[in-house]
T-cell receptor
């Protein structure tokens, strides 16, 4: 069954701790993305990756870090430098970011992070 | 910065009434996508529009892309309770390689 998995669904952390959110896809997609969603707001792009071992900052990258060591995995670390980390985090993937065309994004179920 | 504005933020209708959400960009878009997020769920792709003035239909849903490729709309005819959720537009800014999402329109329906 193909898709994107994110774990865990709910995550609680103490202030000042780093936390890593998992994102795995078996769709053989080249591009992967991390978004943050706050109540009543749209999706804001944190980081994205077009290919293994390469990634770019999105609009709100400060306080976050990512890695892309494998095509199917794109973990996101929320560091203690992120001032307001409590949010719903969504991972997505698409076939590629080929110029001149753009493909639909497939989203994972999300991780709801609460920092106490 | 590059923005995609979506209105209204909330819309409550009686079941059977029509619903429309509008999306406007400050810059020309290469294409626009629409997503639906059910309460407690994740966004799911509905459609992509690419051509100026394009109109696409999916059963009771009609999607339009403006002639100038700066605005788009989603119209639902005769809403049903299954239409409840938040509808997002997402535009690909010309020259960029990332989608910019609108704030979404949350649709609630009175049965």
């Amino acid at each position: 069954d193909g898709g994107i998995t994110q774990s865990p669904k709910y995550l609680f952390r103490k202030e000042g701790q780093n936390v890593t959110l998992s994102c795995e896809q078996n769709l053989n997609h080249d591009a992967m993305y991390w978004y943050r969603q706050d109540p009543g707001q749209g999706l804001r792009l944190i980081y994205y990756s077009q290919i293994v071992n390469d990634f770019q900052k999105g609009d709100i990258a400060e306080g976050y870090s990512v890695s892309r060591e494998k095509k199917e995995s794109f973990p996101l670390t929320v560091t203690s430098a992120q001032k307001n980390p409590t949010a719903f985090y969504l991972c997505a993937s698409s076939i590629d970011l080929a110029s001149g065309s753009y493909n639909e994004q497939f989203f994972g179920p999300g991780t709801r992070l609460t920092v106490l | 910065g590059q923005q995609v504005m979506q209105i209204p933020q909330y819309q409550h209708v009686q079941e059977g009434e029509d619903f429309t959400t509008y999306c406007n960009s400050s810059t020309t878009l290469s294409n626009i996508q629409w997503y639906k997020q059910r309460p407690g769920g994740h966004p799911v792709f509905l459609i992509q529009l690419v051509k100026s003035g394009e109109v696409k239909k999916q059963k009771r849903l009609t999607f339009q892309f403006g002639e100038a490729k700066k605005n788009s709309s989603l119209h639902i005819t005769a809403t049903q309770t299954t239409d409840v959720g938040t509808y997002f537009c997402a535009g690909l800014i010309q020259g960029a390689q990332k989608l910019v999402f609108g704030q979404g329109t949350r649709l609630t329906i009175n049965p």
